[in-house]
């Protein structure tokens, strides 16, 4: 990975500053469960899948947020919440202060598709989305001048050439040939496909966009590409970024500060350095173990988890990760853990966990740490035996999924 990261170090500033005036996205008590309806007629509710449980952070302004978990942890649908492109279940989110779950969008009681009056609209010019799949994500019958040059459209740039000038300028800022604007998406690779849609969500100027796994459908070597790109863009445009991505290694890369979600719940949130340096949540361990290691020299242990993933829809009573935590084992199985709900709270001033025992993390589960790679503050750490100890095993051992 090429990405530059040695002009983060005023951003990083700026995000750990804590300042009101700072934030641009806040999201409190975030609720998103989808039902699940059965009987005869499919028509009763027999339940509900749990996808976003309660999750609450701030984005400020000119910061990239990282955000990081399993799939089916509910990432994706926490973004798509956040730009209300499907309603919450409860929670609120502020956008520039204002309470964007209150207002009402076009199409809403009887209004119009595009209706002027709409409040939301004007918001939804504020925020942007690029989609995961380039290939899904643009319409076909669409030339590339019609995709990008919709959104300017919509919100009352009308002037066909105004618009087109707007559409090659855009191109050649994502890297892009001009005379590309009569081509339509089937004539585009993939990396091509997601500049595209990158320079849609630049089109009507927006203030935050939410990149969901903009790079998880590409090649390495075209990855690095994007993501460079998105970082020129935050610089010249003062974007702000939600980065939702499984690669570890491509959120250190690109984000200021990390979340890290687990079946619903966000589990632990710092900054990179904070948080890659000295997880204090034993989930957040176990991801950092999996990422690829670079250097076939490096002996790196990976640190493997026990059972399978709970259902959404039943979630496990108490902490929702103790089903299949490391840290617990090594406690002597706590009653706590599966009893009584872990607040998500300040461990350390801008690093939040949700974790009963994150204290004990260092000195209980040193040595784990120190296997797969981690730093411990702690230096008796590693003195301490390998009572009850998960399975951390060489990367060489493991059995290809």
Request: glycine share 10%.
């Given at each position: ?221 075209i990855q690095s590409q994007v993501l460079n790109l998105l970082d020129d863009l935050q610089k010249e445009f003062g974007l702000t970024y939600l980065f939702i991505a499984h690669n570890l290694a491509v959120v250190e890369h690109i984000s200021d500060r990390v979340g890290v979600m687990y079946l619903g719940k966000m589990v632990e949130m710092a900054t990179v350095g904070d948080l890659y340096a000295d997880p ?122």
């Amino acid at each position: 990975m090429t990405v530059d990261t040695t002009t983060r170090a005023a951003t990083l500033d700026r995000a750990g500053s804590g300042e009101a005036g700072d934030v641009l996205v806040s999201a409190r008590d975030i609720v998103k469960h989808f039902e699940i309806r059965g009987g005869a007629l499919g028509v009763t509710k027999v339940g509900a899948v749990r996808a976003v449980d309660g999750v609450s952070f701030d984005v400020r302004r000119g910061e990239t947020l990282g955000l990081v978990g399993e799939s089916g942890c509910g990432k994706t649908t926490l973004g798509k919440v956040i730009l209300r492109l499907i309603q919450p279940t409860s929670g609120t989110v502020l956008f520039k202060n204002e309470r964007i779950f209150d207002v009402p969008s076009a199409g809403e009681k009887g209004k119009a598709y595009y209706a002027p009056a709409s409040k939301m609209k004007k918001i939804r010019r504020d925020m942007q989305v690029v989609f995961q799949d380039p290939y899904a994500s643009l319409n076909p019958r669409m030339s590339v001048g019609e995709i990008v040059g919709e959104g300017p459209m919509v919100h009352g740039l009308r002037d066909k050439k105004k618009r087109e000038a707007l559409v090659r300028e855009l191109l050649g800022k994502v890297g892009l040939n001009q005379s590309h604007i009569h081509r339509y998406p089937h004539e585009f690779s993939g990396g091509q496909r997601q500049r595209i849609g990158i320079a849609r969500a630049l089109a009507v100027n927006p203030d935050f966009i939410v990149c969901d796994e903009p790079v998880s459908a590409l090649d390495v070597s075209i990855q690095s590409q994007v993501l460079n790109l998105l970082d020129d863009l935050q610089k010249e445009f003062g974007l702000t970024y939600l980065f939702i991505a499984h690669n570890l290694a491509v959120v250190e890369h690109i984000s200021d500060r990390v979340g890290v979600m687990y079946l619903g719940k966000m589990v632990e949130m710092a900054t990179v350095g904070d948080l890659y340096a000295d997880p204090r949540h034993p989930y957040t361990v176990a991801l950092l173990s999996a990422i690829p290691n670079p250097s076939p020299r490096l002996k790196k242990k990976r640190l493997v988890l026990k059972g399978d993933i709970p259902s959404p829809a039943n979630p496990p009573s108490g902490c929702r990760f103790h089903t299949r935590c490391w840290l617990r084992e090594r406690l002597g199985n706590p009653e706590r853990c599966a009893t009584e709900d872990p607040e998500f709270r300040d461990f350390r001033p801008g690093h939040q966990v949700a974790c009963h025992f994150s204290e004990e993390m260092n000195t209980v589960g040193g040595e784990i740490k120190a296997a797969i790679g981690l730093d411990v503050s702690d230096p008796a750490a590693a003195n301490i035996p390998p009572a009850s100890a998960p399975a951390v095993e060489d990367p060489s051992e493991i059995a290809p999924a």
